[in-house]
């Protein structure tokens, strides 16, 4: 049973390009949570996914968007990239609505380096 | 606003006991959960509190005060192998209905023989 998988695991941008993140929750798992992760600090909320609509979002600009297919699978975009958005982003997944988040799946994580 | 505080490090012996506190503030609250984390991995989830008490999983414990929004995870028999950093994470529910994780900004625990 495949875990959370998610895709590239390392990428290097520029500050102003695009970048997509991918991630394939676990098997049986409807909800995709995505988080950035700085170095030494703790995940942070950036937005969920539920029925292929975004669900909650936290405090992140609007360059930050995503999308859920009819898969489950996910994607997460950012656009006009900038030095601070240097992070390892993390893909989270769980089953349902508000009973999910007792626990969530962690992928490895995709490491983005911004020049 | 929201916010979880945690001590940045903590070190023990194998074979000891360790506490790793947790205090938030959040504007709803819907339980605390502990994830593991190593170096370069993702995080894992280890115990979550809904109700106040001790939650025991194996090795690990968790415990939650509600009044005094306050956490601690115990960690017993302490191995090489639980050198990480642990992260309290609280469900939050925003007016929407729907509920995400903040995250404290993790404790690194450094076990040494």
């Known amino acids: 049973d495949a875990g959370v998988t998610q895709s590239p695991t390392h990428l290097i941008k520029t500050r102003g390009q695009q970048v997509t993140l991918r991630c394939s929750p676990k098997?049986?798992?409807?909800?995709v949570s995505w988080y950035q992760q700085a170095l030494g600090q703790g995940p942070q909320f950036i937005f969920q996914y539920y029925e292929e609509e975004e669900r909650q979002r936290g405090n992140f600009p609007d360059r930050f968007s995503g999308h859920q297919f009819p898969n489950y699978s996910s994607e997460l975009n950012v656009n006009a990239l900038l030095l601070g958005d240097s992070a390892l982003y993390l893909c989270?997944?769980?089953?349902?609505?508000?009973?999910?988040?007792?626990?969530?799946?962690f992928g490895p994580g995709t490491r983005l380096t911004v020049l | 606003g929201q916010s979880l505080e945690q001590p940045s490090e903590v070190t023990a012996v194998e074979g000891a006991i360790v506490q790793i506190n947790c205090t938030y503030q959040?504007?709803?609250?819907?339980?605390l959960s502990w994830y593991q984390q190593h170096d370069g991995g993702a995080p894992t989830f280890l115990s979550y509190n809904a109700l106040d008490g001790l939650e025991e999983t194996g090795r690990f414990s968790s415990f939650l005060s509600r009044s005094d929004s306050y956490g601690y995870l115990l960690l017993q028999e302490l191995q090489m192998k639980d050198s990480a950093s642990y992260f309290c994470?609280?469900?939050?529910?925003?007016?929407?209905?729907?509920?995400?994780?903040?995250f404290g900004t993790g404790t690194r625990l450094l076990v040494s023989p």
């Open positions: 098997s049986g798992h409807d909800t």
């Open positions: 989270a997944s769980s089953t349902g609505l508000a009973g999910s988040l007792n626990e969530q799946f």
């Open positions: 959040t504007s709803g609250f819907y339980g």
């Open positions: 994470a609280v469900r939050d529910q925003e007016n929407t209905g729907f509920q995400k994780l903040v």
